[in-house]
């Protein structure tokens, strides 16, 4: 009988085991996805990348009269999780979700290039985007366009 009920028994634990692998982990949060397009902006003539014509008009607000696509990248994070991409400068750039504003349902994001002492806080909505001026690159500067994509 005793090997039986060893048998039942590591039957019901891997039974239990997969249940888990296929449920996965507890979801801790919503997730917020953002998108970073990282952008050379420029004074020396006037061209706009054409991958980043859907913000070309906001980019022509700014005292800058080229833009080139550097890089981009996407993020799931839950709040307070940070991401992180490697600038064309070679430094880390973080970003963390940190809050939901309650009254306008803006999402609260944090943008940090530590080494660089660079730090924004800004609060976006659903399908908008946000521009930040981020840290000198070869005679111009480099743009943080964060678009928080709609789920």
């Known amino acids: 009988m005793e090997p039986r009920r060893t048998e039942s028994a590591l039957l019901l634990l891997t039974a239990a085991a997969a249940i888990l692998l ?3 982990p507890a979801a801790a949060g919503p997730q917020h996805e953002l998108a970073v397009k990282v952008i050379h902006a420029t004074r020396s003539g006037v061209a706009v990348d054409p991958k980043l014509k859907e913000l070309a008009k906001e980019l022509k607000a700014l005292k800058f009269s080229s833009f080139k696509l550097q890089d981009e990248a996407k993020f799931e994070l839950e ?3 940070s991401g ?5 400068d ?8 940190t809050e939901i504003l309650a009254e306008k349902g803006m999402l609260r994001i944090i943008i940090e290039v ?3 002492e660079f730090k924004a806080t800004v609060a976006i909505a659903k399908g908008a985007t946000v521009v930040v001026p981020g840290p000198p690159f070869k005679g111009g500067r480099l743009l ?6 709609k789920i």
């Open 144 to 149: 943080l366009a964060v678009t928080r994509v």
């Open 79 to 81: 709040l307070e999780t």
């Open 84 to 88: 992180r991409m490697q600038l064309p």
């Open 114 to 116: 530590a080494k660089l």
């Open 22 to 24: 296929v449920a996965g």
């Open 90 to 97: 070679r430094q880390w750039m973080t970003i963390q979700p």
